[in-house]
């Protein structure tokens, strides 16, 4: 029954961030991605800490947990490995992402969060010692032919010019997305999971605070717009950070990250419906193409994974 829950959390958290990842695009109107992802986190932060600080709290780790084993201490090690998380997942990787997302489209920006699953699949081959299968190779291939055709517009936009710049910047904000998924299953195992990802998303928030007022970055926002930044930081960014936990400590942070991948069809799809973005024929069957490479490489995958990963 836990690992139905861990299934059903990964698919949630997918179809948050595929949401996250559009509404931005709305946003990004009206302020500067460094200034928009300082104000997401820091809110998230302070609403997760203030779960951690209700009456509710003990509650809500109930049900969450429910018959799951978890550890009440937190180590030294583990705060290092917090900090990590934070650094890649809450600071580096949205401030390349949101500056890649301000300049391509949502669409493609979306498909190209895929690639986020091979840099998984890297990272456990050759710092998690995991054994590559000849179908591996064949996924590894899809995934980068994939990702190639949607930063290059179907080859025709081979010149270092913006958006091309802006495909790299998502693509590189995969890495470091994928840096902290895999350091998060180091951290999944702890009881106090609001005092982790509210710590989490508190440090990311505070680093790009300052980096955004050392660069003079304006805060302001069209009081309209309000409702939209407190819908993407209390639900989209809070639940899908609570949830990745949990997702992670039932199925692995490989199948997570597979099921994850998923959101880039979300984010394309609500691009399309409600930003009227375009969505060529080409991008969805690349986008397919990725998904195949998902599932050839994740085929029996996540038993590798768990085989290759442990908790300290």
């Not at 890297?122 to 930063?151: N, P, Y």
Request: aromatic share 14%; charged share 10%; hydrophobic share 55%.
């Amino acid at each position: 029954m836990n690992r139905v829950w861990g299934y059903l959390s990964a698919i949630i958290v997918a179809m948050l961030f595929g949401v996250w990842f559009t509404l931005d695009k709305i946003l990004l109107d009206y302020l500067h991605p460094l200034a928009l992802a300082a104000m997401v986190y820091t809110l998230a932060g302070v609403f997760l800490f203030i779960i951690r600080l209700s009456p509710f709290h003990l509650c809500i780790l109930g049900i969450i947990h429910r018959e799951s084993k978890v550890e009440i201490n937190i180590s030294r090690r583990n705060y290092f490995t917090l900090f990590l998380t934070a650094l890649f997942g809450a600071f580096i990787a949205p401030a390349l992402y949101l500056n890649g997302l301000n300049q391509i489209t949502a669409v493609n920006a979306a498909l190209l969060t895929n690639v986020e699953i091979l840099f998984i699949i890297l990272l456990g081959i050759f710092f998690l010692k995991e054994k590559v299968q000849l179908k591996d190779i064949a996924g590894f291939a899809f995934l980068l032919l994939g990702a190639i055709f949607l930063s290059t517009n179907n080859l025709q936009n081979l010149s270092f010019d913006q958006n091309l710049v802006g495909s790299l910047l998502v693509v590189a904000s995969c890495f470091f997305w994928s840096m902290d998924t895999t350091l998060t299953k180091f951290l999944s195992n702890k009881r106090d999971i609001f005092f982790l990802t509210g710590l989490k998303c508190g440090i990311g928030g505070l680093i790009l605070l300052i980096v955004s007022y050392s660069l003079g970055l304006s805060f302001e926002l069209p009081w309209d717009m309000v409702p939209l930044l407190l819908f993407i930081a209390l639900v989209c960014m809070s639940f899908s950070i609570v949830l990745i936990y949990l997702a992670i400590r039932e199925i692995g942070s490989t199948r997570t990250g597979s099921i994850f991948s998923t959101s880039s069809l979300f984010g394309a799809l609500i691009a399309f419906t409600f930003l009227g973005e375009p969505l060529e024929i080409t991008q969805l069957l690349f986008g397919v193409l990725m998904f195949v490479g998902i599932l050839i490489l994740y085929k029996d995958g996540d038993q590798k994974s768990e085989n290759g990963l442990k908790l300290n």
